[in-house]
C-alpha cells in the first residue's frame, strides 16, 4: 500500500500486488497511469502541454507483466483531465517497451496510447518514446499526437521533447532538452518552441540543484517569431 501527498495537495493512494505472471502486477487505486517516460522536468511539453500534468491521478485499476527485455501494461480509469472527474466517461491507457543492449550501446523504444471518451468528445492520444545509452551519454525523446474528436470540430496537436545528458562527474549532469508544441496542426500559427541548457546538481540524497538557461520562440497570428 502506497499513500502520499503531493505538493499541490493532491493525494496518490493505491495497492500493489505481484499477482500475475511474468513478475506481473495488479495496482488500484487513484494514481498516475503508465504512460510515455516521467520526465524529472515537469514542464516538458509533452507533459505540461498534454494530458500528463504531475498533479493530476486518476482512478482505476492497471495489469503490467514483464516478458523478457519489455514491460507491458494496460489499465483502466474514470478518465479525470482534472483533480475531479466532471462526466461518466471512461479511459484505456496501454503502455509497451522494449530494452535491450548491443555491446556498450543500451538502447529502448516503445509506445503508449490513451483513450478516454469524454462528455463533449473523444479524447486519443499516442506517444512513441525511445532513449539510447552510451557510456555516461543519454538521450532521451517523446512525440505525442493527441486527438479531439467532436462533432463537426475535430483537431490534432502535437508535442515533443528531445533531451541530451552527460554525466562529466558523479552527480553531475549537463542537459540540453527540445520542446515543441503546436495547439493545431491545421494551422500555421499558434505554435511554440523551448532551447533550454544547463546542470543538474545532486548535493545529497533527495535533494536538487539545477540552473537553467532557456529561450522561448513563438509563432503569433502573424506568422511572426516571438
Not at 514483464?66 to 478518465?79: E, T, V
Not at 493545431?184 to 500559427?189: A, L
Not at 523551448?194 to 538557461?213: A, C, D, K, N, T
Request: charged share 20%.
Amino acid at each position: 500500500l502506497l499513500l502520499s501527498k503531493g505538493l499541490n495537495a493532491d493525494l496518490e493512494a493505491y495497492g500493489l500486488a505481484y499477482l500475475m505472471p511474468m513478475s506481473g502486477y495488479i495496482k488500484m487505486g487513484k494514481f498516475l497511469p503508465g504512460y510515455g517516460w516521467n520526465y524529472d522536468d515537469h514542464t516538458s511539453f509533452v507533459r505540461d502541454k498534454t494530458l500528463w500534468l504531475p498533479q493530476i491521478y486518476d482512478t482505476g485499476i492497471e495489469f503490467g507483466i514483464y516478458p523478457p527485455h519489455s514491460s507491458i501494461n494496460l489499465g483502466f480509469f474514470n478518465g479525470a483531465s482534472s483533480g475531479f472527474d466532471t462526466d461518466k466517461g471512461k479511459a484505456v491507457v496501454s503502455r509497451i517497451e522494449y530494452r535491450n543492449h548491443a555491446g556498450f550501446l543500451g538502447f529502448a523504444y516503445g509506445g503508449s496510447f490513451y483513450y478516454n471518451d469524454r462528455q463533449l468528445n473523444d479524447t486519443y492520444m499516442y506517444r512513441p518514446f525511445f532513449y539510447a545509452k552510451m557510456h555516461k551519454f543519454i538521450y532521451t525523446g517523446e512525440l505525442d499526437w493527441l486527438s479531439n474528436q467532436r462533432i463537426g470540430q475535430d483537431s490534432i496537436s502535437l508535442a515533443t521533447t528531445q533531451e541530451f545528458a552527460y554525466e562529466f562527474k558523479q552527480g553531475y549532469w549537463l542537459k540540453a532538452q527540445y520542446d515543441f508544441f503546436d495547439p493545431n496542426t491545421d494551422r500555421k500559427t499558434g505554435s511554440l518552441s523551448r532551447f533550454s541548457f544547463g546542470l543538474q546538481y545532486f548535493p545529497i540524497g533527495f535533494v536538487e540543484i539545477m540552473p537553467l538557461i532557456r529561450y522561448n520562440d513563438q509563432t503569433d497570428y502573424q506568422k511572426k517569431h516571438n
